[in-house]
């Protein structure tokens, strides 16, 4: 009955209908997506682009999203492809949510916010804790003596962390650190005796904060004469192996929140130096030019 072109035009006629009663049926909720634009979760393929698995931040992340009843999922990676990933969406100017913290260098180099969490899923300020092992203060009294020491600022940190992104070798950046803040450093081996090449173990995960204190700490044990070794794990195994006492410390508890179950697990078998560094956070982190503030606009948009 019809010829073609009679049959597409009808065809094209009824797919524009179908796009304008769908565009009209979703318009009762202001803060709904407009029709025929994509909304922020689509944008996002409603993913938080996370770090390692065994983060506490991605623990906190994952809970937000109950604790908000949200739809996102949390993508685990690595701490450097979020870094990556936060480089290539800003560089685009695209939307993109990871699960962040200070203090850290990507606050220096990029514009960016925590969303708000009103619900308190991300916990309060914490502090980065050291950690011994038992019985570390009766073995090495004078390594004690310096971790218990070990304090600085979160801008201190920042310093060493910048440079390392900017592309220099964490060991060599710390040296270089240690070296020029002896105003600093005299004061955490003020009165501690030198050694003679015992040797010392220090567990990290490789967080860029982790990577910059640990290396900090080794660099000032290494003047005084230890024979210093870092090794990186993940998380969990990093607290297992304080408590066993398979590292000798670690700079990289964060509490009270962050790590709180694995503190929890082996409070009663490590010894709490207390905090090197206070005023530090966890949360999720995009990028200044998004239109959101809070992680309760995520279930609007
Ligand atoms: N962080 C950095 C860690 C603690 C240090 C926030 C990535 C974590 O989430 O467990």
Redesign the pocket.
């Known amino acids: 009955m019809f010829n073609k072109k009679y049959k597409k035009l009808i065809t094209a006629s009824l797919a524009l209908m179908v796009v304008f009663v769908a565009g009209c049926s979703s318009t009762d909720d202001k803060e709904e997506t407009p029709a025929g634009e994509t909304s922020l979760g689509e944008q996002l393929d409603y993913t938080i682009t996370g770090?390692?698995a065994?983060?506490?931040?991605?623990?906190?992340a994952e809970q937000a999203m109950e604790d908000y009843d949200l739809e996102y999922k949390v993508q685990t990676s690595s701490?450097a492809a979020m870094t990556q990933a936060l480089s290539d969406a800003i560089a685009n100017e695209e939307p993109i949510i990871v699960?962040?913290?200070n203090p850290h260098w990507k606050f220096s180099k990029y514009d960016l916010k925590y969303l708000e969490d009103p619900k308190g899923s991300f916990g309060e300020a914490e502090n980065?804790n050291t950690i011994a092992r038992m019985g570390l203060e009766a073995d090495m009294p004078e390594a004690y003596q310096v971790l218990d020491n070990f304090a600085w600022s979160g801008e201190d940190m920042e310093n060493v962390m910048v440079q390392i992104n900017e592309g220099g070798e964490p060991e060599e950046v710390a040296r270089e650190w240690v070296d020029n803040n002896t105003d600093k450093t005299s004061v955490w081996i003020d009165g501690v005796s030198s050694v003679d090449g015992d040797e010392i173990n220090l567990a990290y995960?490789a967080?860029?904060?982790?990577i910059a204190s640990t290396n900090v700490v080794g660099a000032v044990l290494s003047d005084l004469g230890y024979d210093v070794t870092l090794t990186q794990v993940e998380?969990g195994p990093m607290w297992e192996a304080v408590a066993s006492g398979n590292t000798d410390a670690i700079v990289?508890a964060?509490l009270p929140a962050?790590?709180a179950d694995h503190y929890a697990n082996f409070e009663d078998e490590v010894i709490n130096l207390g905090p090197n560094l206070e005023g530090?956070a966890?949360g999720l982190i995009v990028p200044a030019y998004m239109d959101i503030d809070s992680i309760e606009d995520l279930a609007k948009k």
Do not use: L, Q, R, S
């Open positions: 770090i390692d065994g983060a506490g931040v991605v623990a906190a701490g699960t962040g913290w980065i995960v967080w860029d904060t982790e998380n990289a964060w962050t790590h530090a966890i």
